[in-house]
């Protein structure tokens, strides 16, 4: 099994920053995409930003220019540096990995358990 574990979520001042991190742990043999989605109250999951295991990334237009994706392989850590934060950013960020747990076996998806951003006008 693997799991996935969030942190660095909370309150924030519209223009604030706020940096969060997602660590990878348990079976795993490779990681291919990291990244992150948000869904906010009523609203449906969606994509904020992923990267690739060749370090590609890829950003939804509403937060290019402000959210930094990054990854450390080694750590099996995959980072989301938010920066000019706006109320609309609220939302519970969950962060995913698609994990290849042996050589032989099929890529999966895993999803941690969500962490609440919330950005006060």
């Known amino acids: 099994q693997v799991q996935l574990v969030e942190s660095g979520g909370g309150l924030v001042q519209a223009g604030g920053s706020l940096r969060l991190s997602c660590v990878a742990s348990?079976?795993?043999?490779?990681?291919?995409?990291m990244g992150w989605y948000r869904q906010a109250p009523g609203k449906q999951r969606d994509l904020v930003a992923n990267?690739?295991?060749?370090?590609?990334?890829n950003y939804v237009d509403s937060v290019k220019g402000r959210f930094t994706i990054s990854r450390d392989n080694a750590k099996n850590t995959v980072y989301l540096q938010m920066v000019s934060l706006k109320p609309e950013d609220t939302a519970v960020y969950y962060c995913?990995?698609?994990?290849?747990?042996?050589?032989?076996?099929?890529?999966?998806?895993?999803w941690g358990q969500g962490t609440q951003v919330t950005v006060s006008s």
């Open positions: 995913y990995a698609t994990v290849r747990s042996s050589a032989g076996s099929r890529a999966a998806n895993y």
């Open positions: 348990g079976s795993i043999f490779s990681i291919n995409s």
């Open positions: 990267i690739g295991s060749n370090g590609r990334t």
